[in-house]
């Protein structure tokens, strides 16, 4: 059974960083994609940024330049470095695993949440003016 267990949100002040890791286990296709989502209390979830299985990345705009998606070594923690932290940042962080059907190409901007197959409970992170 898939798991993904974030960690390491936070409350920090606008401009500080933050590192987000997502714990996954249980998966054992070598094909796959894995993301990260945001989700404001009353929206809907907002795809941040997404890495694939070939080592690809994509980012959304709003974070382009201030945050990058990694992977460690052994592809079972998903990590999210979070600098220049925004105001607009605050919200609840999901990563997610996209291991069945690709609906569209990953390289474009905006990947709704329905493609993805596996979810986190998420973590939350808080930015202080």
């Known amino acids: 059974q898939v798991q993904l267990v974030e960690s390491g949100g936070g409350s920090v002040q606008a401009g500080g960083s933050l590192r987000l890791s997502c714990a996954a286990s249980g998966f054992g296709n070598n094909r796959y994609c894995m993301g990260w989502f945001l989700q404001a209390p009353g929206k809907e979830r907002e795809w941040v940024a997404a890495l694939d299985s070939d080592g690809s990345t994509n980012y959304a705009d709003s974070v382009k330049g201030r945050f990058t998606i990694s992977q460690a070594n052994a592809k079972d923690t998903l990590f999210l470095q979070m600098n220049s932290l925004k105001p607009e940042d605050p919200a609840m962080y999901h990563c997610?695993?996209?291991?069945?059907?690709?609906?569209?190409?990953?390289?474009?901007?905006?990947?709704?949440?329905?493609?993805?197959?596996?979810w986190g409970q998420g973590t939350q992170v808080t930015v202080s003016s």
């Open positions: 997610a695993l996209l291991g069945g059907i690709r609906y569209g190409s990953l390289s474009a901007k905006g990947l709704p949440a329905w493609w993805f197959d596996y």
